[in-house]
C-alpha cells in the first residue's frame, strides 16, 4: 500500500496549505472579506494570517495604491506564506502586542485564529488600537461542534486512540454573545454577528482527519501522533462520516461566526 501524502513526518504548514486550505479556507476567506469589501486604497492587516490565503485574496482589492500585511505568531507559517507570495509583506508577532504604530490600517480581519488567542480582550484592544477613525474588523470563528459535523467525528477518534486531553486540542465553541462581550470589552460597543454555512471538502475521511490532525493540532500544538495512531483515527471517522461520502469524495457543512465592527 501507497503512503498517504499527509505523514506525520510533512510540514504541518504545507498541508495546511495544500489541503485545508482549498477544501475549507479559500472560501472562507471570500465570505469574510465579502463582509467589509476591502477597497482600492485600504490598508489591511491579515491577524494570524496562518499561510495567507485572506491577505492573498485582499492584495489585488485593494490595489492600485494599497497595502495587505500579514501576521502570525507561527514562524513556519510566515515562512510559508513568503514562499507561496513574496510580494506581500509577511510579520512575525503577537496579537496581544501588535507591531504597528497607532491607527495604521483601514481594515482587520482574523479567519479561525481569535479562539486561539490567550487574551481575547487585549487582542480587541490591539486591534483598536491599530484601526483609524471609521475602520472596520472582521473576524469568523467556527460555531459549535454540533453545526461542524465532521468534528465530533475526529473527537470520539481521539478519545479513543489517544485520550480525552488530545480531544481537547479540537476547539469549537463559538457563542454569539462570548464574542460580542469580548469585543465590547476591548472598545468596540456595536458589532454585528451573523452565521454562515460552508461545505468543507475533502477527497476521503481519511484526508481530512490526517488534514486536521497534523495540519491544524500539530501545526499550532507541540502534540505528536505516530503514523499508527493516525491510521487508527482514520479508519474510525470514515464510518461516522460515510453519509457525507459522495461520488466527489467527503462534504459536510460548517458553521462560522462572523464579527464585523466599525471603530
Given at each position: 500500500?501507497?503512503?498517504?501524502?499527509?505523514?506525520t513526518?510533512t510540514?504541518?504548514?504545507?498541508?495546511?496549505?495544500?489541503?485545508?486550505?482549498?477544501?475549507m479556507?479559500?472560501?472562507?476567506s471570500?465570505?469574510l472579506?465579502g463582509?467589509?469589501?476591502p477597497?482600492?486604497?485600504?490598508?489591511?492587516?491579515?491577524?494570524?494570517?496562518?499561510?495567507g490565503i485572506?491577505?492573498?485574496?485582499a492584495?489585488p482589492?485593494?490595489?492600485?495604491?494599497?497595502?495587505?500585511?500579514?501576521?502570525?505568531?507561527?514562524?513556519?507559517?510566515?515562512?510559508?506564506?513568503?514562499l507561496?507570495?513574496?510580494s506581500?509583506e509577511?510579520?512575525e508577532?503577537?496579537?496581544?502586542?501588535?507591531p504597528?504604530?497607532h491607527?495604521?490600517?483601514?481594515?482587520?480581519v482574523?479567519?479561525?485564529?481569535f479562539q486561539?488567542?490567550?487574551?481575547?480582550?487585549q487582542?480587541?484592544k490591539?486591534?483598536?488600537?491599530?484601526?483609524?477613525p471609521?475602520g472596520?474588523?472582521?473576524?469568523?470563528?467556527?460555531s459549535?461542534?454540533?453545526?461542524?459535523?465532521?468534528?465530533?467525528?475526529?473527537?470520539?477518534?481521539?478519545?479513543r486512540?489517544?485520550?480525552?486531553?488530545?480531544?481537547?486540542?479540537?476547539?469549537?465553541?463559538?457563542?454569539?454573545?462570548?464574542?460580542?462581550?469580548?469585543?465590547?470589552d476591548?472598545?468596540?460597543?456595536n458589532?454585528?454577528?451573523?452565521?454562515?454555512?460552508?461545505d468543507?471538502?475533502?477527497?476521503?475521511?481519511?484526508e481530512?482527519?490526517?488534514?486536521?490532525?497534523?495540519?491544524?493540532?500539530?501545526?499550532?500544538?507541540?502534540?505528536?501522533?505516530?503514523?499508527?495512531?493516525?491510521?487508527?483515527?482514520?479508519?474510525?471517522?470514515?464510518?461516522?462520516?460515510?453519509?457525507?461520502?459522495?461520488?466527489?469524495?467527503?462534504?459536510?457543512p460548517?458553521e462560522a461566526?462572523?464579527?464585523?465592527?466599525r471603530?
Amino acid at each position: 500500500m501507497r503512503p498517504h501524502p499527509i505523514q506525520t513526518t510533512t510540514s504541518p504548514s504545507e498541508i495546511y496549505e495544500r489541503f485545508m486550505v482549498p477544501a475549507m479556507f479559500a472560501e472562507w476567506s471570500k465570505v469574510l472579506l465579502g463582509l467589509v469589501t476591502p477597497h482600492p486604497g485600504d490598508r489591511v492587516l491579515d491577524l494570524a494570517c496562518g499561510t495567507g490565503i485572506v491577505a492573498r485574496t485582499a492584495a489585488p482589492m485593494v490595489q492600485p495604491g494599497g497595502e495587505v500585511i500579514g501576521l502570525d505568531f507561527n514562524a513556519a507559517q510566515i515562512a510559508t506564506a513568503r514562499l507561496i507570495d513574496p510580494s506581500i509583506e509577511w510579520r512575525e508577532g503577537d496579537a496581544a502586542s501588535l507591531p504597528f504604530a497607532h491607527q495604521k490600517f483601514d481594515l482587520v480581519v482574523c479567519q479561525q485564529g481569535f479562539q486561539f488567542f490567550p487574551d481575547g480582550v487585549q487582542a480587541v484592544k490591539e486591534i483598536h488600537r491599530v484601526l483609524q477613525p471609521g475602520g472596520r474588523v472582521a473576524i469568523s470563528v467556527w460555531s459549535s461542534i454540533e453545526k461542524c459535523p465532521g468534528y465530533p467525528a475526529l473527537v470520539h477518534a481521539l478519545e479513543r486512540r489517544v485520550g480525552s486531553s488530545a480531544a481537547s486540542l479540537i476547539q469549537m465553541k463559538g457563542e454569539s454573545t462570548e464574542i460580542s462581550r469580548l469585543f465590547a470589552d476591548g472598545g468596540f460597543p456595536n458589532v454585528d454577528v451573523v452565521t454562515r454555512s460552508v461545505d468543507a471538502s475533502y477527497s476521503s475521511a481519511e484526508e481530512f482527519t490526517r488534514a486536521i490532525v497534523v495540519g491544524a493540532i500539530m501545526r499550532r500544538t507541540d502534540a505528536q501522533f505516530s503514523e499508527e495512531t493516525l491510521g487508527l483515527m482514520a479508519a474510525d471517522v470514515g464510518p461516522e462520516l460515510a453519509q457525507y461520502v459522495g461520488e466527489n469524495g467527503l462534504a459536510f457543512p460548517i458553521e462560522a461566526l462572523l464579527l464585523t465592527a466599525r471603530k
